[in-house]
């Protein structure tokens, strides 16, 4: 048995599933990130992961996964087992039926593989989020929950509602056949909601990690309401994760990733992910490092031993049913280096 595995066997059975950001890499085009993306889910597959999901985001350079629809599709097209999912579409930025007819497609294509993750920030800037809705406030964050149940009823899981939805007004594909539907959040609002809605919860702990995620399942818990979709609790934890050699190795793969997340954070010009030197030579200030300090301290970045008590703890905080592993690094075979060490935890 390898050592520390003591720790670990409770969640030896705990499912494994991949978050994949379709990195675009410094020198590198939009189809290296996508190819990267597909050669990526193959190799999760391969090793046994649960499912594969990618973001909606806009107007990022270091991001192409803007149209998950078709990126799922291709993932799906690619792969034989792993379920393929949406981690998660920005609701606010299209009309639920659009969403309906998008992924009853795909489950009509590739059956119940599909996962419909949801989430209700715009995943970009307010301009760009502007320009997506062209019609700004018919869609917005406030009428997130009426979508979701919009949703629900272009599907078939509920009666069609008052207003025609479902019946007069339908999905073609989308009606009877629903994708897995899960509502994603990093604060408490999507915590109460999915729990009130009886839906499975995944919090994006990799980008909003902090005190806020345990309060987080334990308001899902207390607000969970058996519903047709399911009469117990679901939750699932996504966590950045870097498998180093060791903890130096570690640190120095994450610093790209890092790098990207400062210029968000602090107003740098967007960019591509930057390459290890670049990240090296960027002139870090007090304030960035120690942003960067707190965030990776929260995440499971280093060797494999401390990412693997760091799930743990992560697991035991959370009492999540499933773990997200979002895996960074400076390139696709990092990434892969990642994915690969994870799973053999299970050996």
């Known amino acids: 048995m390898r050592a520390g595995a003591g720790a670990f066997a409770w969640t030896m059975n705990t499912p494994l599933s991949v978050l994949d950001l379709a990195s675009v890499y410094s020198g590198s085009t939009h189809a290296d990130a996508l190819a990267h993306t597909i050669a990526t889910a193959k190799r999760a597959e391969e090793l046994g992961y649960e499912r594969f999901w990618v973001a909606e985001h806009h107007g990022m350079p270091a991001i192409a996964s803007s149209a998950p629809a078709v990126l799922i599709g291709a993932i799906a097209a690619a792969t034989e087992r792993i379920r393929v999912g949406s981690g998660g579409v920005m609701l606010p930025n299209h009309a639920s039926l659009v969403i309906a007819e998008q992924f009853g497609t ?9 996962d419909l993750g949801l989430g209700r ?33 272009y599907f078939g899981t509920i009666p069609p509602l008052e207003n025609g939805i479902g019946d007069r ?34 919090f994006a702990h990799h980008f909003a990690g902090g005190e806020n995620t345990a309060t987080a399942f334990d308001i899902y818990r207390r607000a969970f309401t058996p519903s047709v979709v399911m009469t117990e609790p679901r939750s699932m934890v ?6 180093g050699t060791d903890a130096a190795d570690a640190e120095r793969l994450a610093l790209p990733n890092a790098l990207t997340m400062v210029r ?7 960019a591509r992910v930057p390459t290890i030197e670049e990240a090296e030579a960027y002139a870090w200030s007090d304030a960035e490092r120690e942003f960067v300090a707190r965030r990776h301290a929260l995440q499971a970045i280093g060797d494999l031993e401390h990412v693997e008590r760091r799930f743990t703890e992560l697991l035991t905080e959370t009492r999540a049913d499933e773990l997200l592993v979002v895996p960074q690094g400076p390139g696709l075979e990092s990434k892969l280096a990642t994915l690969e060490a994870v799973a053999s935890l299970r050996s």
Do not use: C, K, N
């Open 169 to 202: 007004v339908s999905a073609i594909p989308g009606l009877g056949d629903s994708p897995q539907l899960w509502l994603l959040g990093s604060s408490d609002f999507s915590a109460r909601l999915a729990g009130a809605m009886g839906l499975p919860f995944a």
């Open 238 to 243: 996504a966590v950045a994760t870097v498998v």
């Open 264 to 270: 968000l954070r602090y107003g740098g010009l967007p």
């Open 106 to 114: 795909l489950v009509a294509l590739h059956g119940d593989r599909i």
């Open 121 to 153: 920030a715009p995943g970009t800037d307010p301009i760009t989020a502007s320009a997506l809705r062209r019609a700004p406030g018919r869609e917005t964050a406030d009428q997130f929950p009426q979508q979701v149940v919009e949703l629900l009823a």
